[in-house]
């Protein structure tokens, strides 16, 4: 079991470059526990990124799906 928290799970489902795939690599057919606030802290990530445009609105809304 590997414990997680916004900073690896930001950019797993927001990510398509380097930093991404290699974290879904070393997730891949894990089992992941994080805080009781990570889908909170994964939002405010990706908000944020959005809003320096970093990720189009678009692409947050669907990362936001998948957290």
């Known amino acids: 079991m590997l414990v997680v928290d916004a900073s690896v799970l930001g950019p797993v489902v927001a990510d398509a470059g380097d930093d991404g795939r290699r974290f879904r690599e070393r ?11 990570l889908r909170v802290e994964v939002t405010s990530v990706l908000r944020r990124h959005a809003g320096n445009g ?13 957290v």
């Open 27 to 37: 997730l891949r057919g894990e089992t992941l526990a994080g805080p009781d606030l």
């Open 54 to 66: 970093s990720l189009t609105p678009p692409q947050a809304d669907a990362a936001i799906e998948v």
